[in-house]
């Protein structure tokens, strides 16, 4: 399997997230305008759509329900959205620049900002379980269980607020760091590829290796990302680069050094594709999908 095969499924992840969206964001008689309009201007027209491509892809491993693959897809995407929206925020990480523009509360207004970041987080819940089920609905319960988890007080939010005390700290550490990114933005990618083999109904040995796989890839995708704050610019990245350095936050890149960080990463890719070595072939587009985490330049 290529890497044009890898990028072309890709590009399908980001189209049906897309009109995903922009469906489930069209003008109604019930929804205020402006709420909607933020909520668009955060969520359309950017971004990877890693996510949603792990769920279709870890999802075709297994004999699973497209329409619930798609819809689920969508769901985690509206997360990764809503985290982001707050992650910008003054009192978070206060960022004016995302994916080459202003960040929301810059576009709009800090309230506006965190209402359209409530509404993108709830909105996901309202698509899984409006979501079709037809073979069993305990599947369904599973993803909003799961879904919950990974953004609540285990997962993103309980990272974010690890995040916030470490940089009030002096004394953070490799196994704080770790925690942080494990929970921080591990989390959601885990659930993304774990999602897929929910919803094909997968054996325990089976979701074990993937939520292992999604483990490691989460990881290194965060990892990836303090080392292009040290090593891109502005412009490649579409947010500001040297940001972490320059507030002395505390990362990988800072506690291991440059050097020990980039092989960190290389054992976290082997790690990665190590656990895909039960699904053989099946499993090359997620393999392309690991290169293309550790290896990216934005």
């Given at each position: 399997?290529?890497?044009?095969?890898?990028?072309?499924?890709?590009?399908?992840?980001?189209?049906?997230v897309e009109n995903g969206l922009?469906?489930?964001?069209?003008?109604?008689?019930?929804?205020?305008?402006?709420?909607?309009?933020?909520?668009?201007?955060?969520?359309?027209?950017?971004?990877?759509?890693?996510?949603?491509?792990?769920?279709?892809?870890?999802a075709s491993l297994f004999k699973?329900?497209?329409?619930?693959?798609?819809?689920?897809?969508?769901?985690?995407?509206?997360?990764?959205?809503?985290?982001?929206?707050?992650?910008?925020?003054?009192?978070?990480?206060?960022?004016?620049?995302?994916?080459?523009?202003?960040?929301?509360?810059?576009?709009?207004?800090?309230?506006?900002?965190?209402?359209?970041?409530?509404?993108?987080?709830?909105?996901?819940?309202?698509?899984?379980?409006?979501?079709?089920?037809?073979?069993?609905?305990?599947?369904?319960?599973?993803?909003?269980?799961?879904?919950?988890?990974?953004?609540?007080?285990?997962?993103?939010?309980?990272?974010?607020?690890?995040?916030?005390?470490?940089?009030?700290?002096?004394?953070?550490?490799?196994?704080?760091?770790?925690?942080?990114?494990?929970?921080?933005?591990?989390?959601?990618?885990?659930?993304?590829?774990?999602?897929?083999?929910?919803?094909?109904?997968?054996?325990?040995?089976?979701?074990?290796?993937?939520?292992?796989?999604?483990?490691?890839?989460?990881?290194?995708?965060?990892?990836?990302?303090?080392?292009?704050?040290?090593?891109?610019?502005?412009?490649?990245?579409?947010?500001?680069?040297?940001?972490?350095?320059?507030?002395?936050?505390?990362?990988?890149?800072?506690?291991?050094?440059?050097?020990?960080?980039?092989?960190?990463?290389?054992?976290?890719?082997?790690?990665?594709?190590?656990?895909?070595?039960?699904?053989?072939?099946?499993?090359?587009?997620?393999?392309?999908?690991?290169?293309?985490?550790?290896?990216?330049?934005?």
């Open positions: 399997m290529t890497t044009d095969n890898f990028e072309t499924k890709l590009e399908k992840a980001v189209k049906q922009k469906a489930h964001l069209a003008s109604d008689d019930e929804t205020p305008e402006t709420l909607l309009e933020a909520m668009r201007y955060a969520s359309l027209d950017g971004g990877k759509r890693l996510r949603p491509f792990l769920v279709n892809e870890t699973a329900e497209q329409q619930l693959v798609t819809e689920a897809a969508i769901a985690i995407e509206c997360i990764h959205c809503y985290s982001l929206i707050h992650d910008d925020l003054p009192s978070m990480d206060n960022d004016e620049l995302r994916r080459g523009r202003p960040t929301l509360w810059k576009h709009s207004d800090e309230a506006t900002a965190i209402l359209a970041g409530d509404s993108l987080q709830t909105l996901a819940f309202e698509i899984l379980s409006n979501a079709p089920t037809p073979t069993n609905s305990y599947i369904k319960s599973q993803l909003i269980n799961g879904l919950a988890k990974a953004v609540g007080k285990t997962g993103m939010v309980g990272g974010q607020i690890r995040d916030m005390a470490a940089e009030k700290s002096s004394e953070v550490n490799f196994a704080d760091i770790l925690m942080i990114h494990s929970q921080k933005t591990g989390a959601l990618i885990s659930f993304a590829a774990e999602a897929g083999a929910i919803i094909g109904g997968a054996d325990h040995h089976a979701r074990e290796a993937i939520k292992l796989f999604g483990q490691k890839l989460g990881l290194a995708f965060q990892l990836k990302d303090d080392l292009l704050d040290v090593e891109g610019t502005t412009n490649d990245l579409g947010k500001t680069a040297g940001k972490d350095q320059a507030s002395g936050k505390a990362t990988l890149v800072s506690i291991l050094g440059h050097e020990k960080a980039v092989t960190f990463l290389s054992n976290l890719k082997d790690g990665a594709l190590y656990a895909l070595e039960p699904f053989g072939e099946k499993a090359e587009t997620l393999r392309e999908a690991t290169r293309f985490v550790c290896e990216r330049q934005n």
